[in-house]
Structure formats: C-alpha cells, structure tokens
C-alpha cells in the first residue's frame, strides 16, 4: 500500500471513530436526560439509576478507548507525513498523484491557501464551541449541583481545546508548505 493510500485509510478510521465518538455522546447526553426526568420520582430514579449508571460507565469507557484510538490514528498518520519527503506530502494532503501533471507554484499556494481557509473555520468554530463550553462549565460551577454534568462538559472542552490545537498545527504546516514553495 502506498504512503498516500495509507495515509487515506487512516483519515477514514479517524472519521468513523469520531462518528463512533459522537453516537456514544448522543447516547450519554439521552442517559443524562432520561436521569433527570426520572429522578423527580424516587421510586423510577431508585429502580432505573443503578442501570443508568452502569451504562454511563461503560459509555465513558468506549468513549475513552474511542478517543485513544483517534490519538493513535492520528499519531501514526503523523509519523507517516513526518518520515515522507516532501513531494509525498503534496500528494498525501493536497490529492495531487503522480498521474495528475505538476502544478504550478501559484495554482499550488491558492490550493493550499484554500485548504488553510478551511482550517482557519474549523479553528474558529471550534474556538466558539469551547468558550460556549467555558460558559456552560462557569455556570455549573456556580451552581454545585450536578457534578457528572461538570465531568461531562470538562471531557468536551479537553476534546475540543486538542482539535484546536490540531487546527493550529495543521495551520502552520500549511503556512510553511507556503513559504517553501515561495522559496524554491
């Protein structure tokens, strides 16, 4: 399997492992709500919380094992891209196979600069979802009163702060891949 091919299916296990990720969190969230509907009863919080509870545990644990696979996904594509040269890198990021003609500096800075837009929105977006998270955590904080949501709500921004950070990494490769072609 070629660098480019492996790098692709990769990206696609990240991709299923997030929608995994997110099913689990759709999962988790109906828990919490189903949890506080039931809990104004004693008896239906008595009898169905223990249940609730063990699946929140089992939910945070594929949840963790899901973000460890990710982490390692993304730690191997990495690698890769690291150990490549950079002709490789072209064709592993931008698409570009060795069947495809060479493109030429300025049509490669405006296709790389497209993708360095792409990113520069997913950045701010994610940027938005954790001070939203900042703002949901203060107010749960405030209040002391349900500390599982607190739990929850730490996860997402851990979560969200580490796509940031892929953001700003992928934003900075993408700006030095900028300079090298400006450069030869």
């Known amino acids: 399997m070629s660098t480019a091919n492996k ?25 919490d ?10 008896w239906s919080y008595a009898t169905g919380s223990a249940n609730a509870e ?21 730690n191997e594509i990495r690698s890769i891209r690291e150990g490549a040269g950079s002709g490789v890198w072209h064709s592993e990021t931008y698409h570009i196979t060795p069947t495809q003609p060479k493109m030429s500096p300025s049509s490669r ?14 950045h701010k977006a994610y940027q938005d979802r954790f001070e939203a998270l900042d703002t949901s955590m203060a107010g ?19 979560m969200v702060r580490n796509e940031i950070t892929g953001c700003e990494h992928a934003i900075m490769a993408i700006r030095e891949e900028i300079a090298r072609i400006i450069w030869s």
């Not at 709500?33 to 004693?42: A, K, R």
């Not at 800075?109 to 997913?122: C, D, H, P, Y």
């Not at 599982?148 to 851990?158: D, H, T």
């Open 7 to 31: 790098i692709r299916s990769l990206q696609r296990k990240v991709t299923a492992l997030w929608a995994k990720y997110k099913q689990y969190e759709d999962r988790l969230e109906v828990l």
């Open 33 to 42: 709500g189903i949890h506080h509907v039931t809990s104004t009863s004693f």
């Open 54 to 74: 063990r699946e929140r545990t089992s939910l945070r644990g594929k949840m963790s094992d899901v973000m460890s696979d990710i982490s390692s996904c993304e």
């Open 109 to 122: 800075i405006r296709s790389i600069q497209k993708k360095m837009t792409a990113f520069e929105a997913k």
């Open 140 to 158: 749960l904080e405030r209040s002391r009163s349900d500390r599982e949501k607190a739990i929850g709500l730490k996860e997402k921004m851990n």
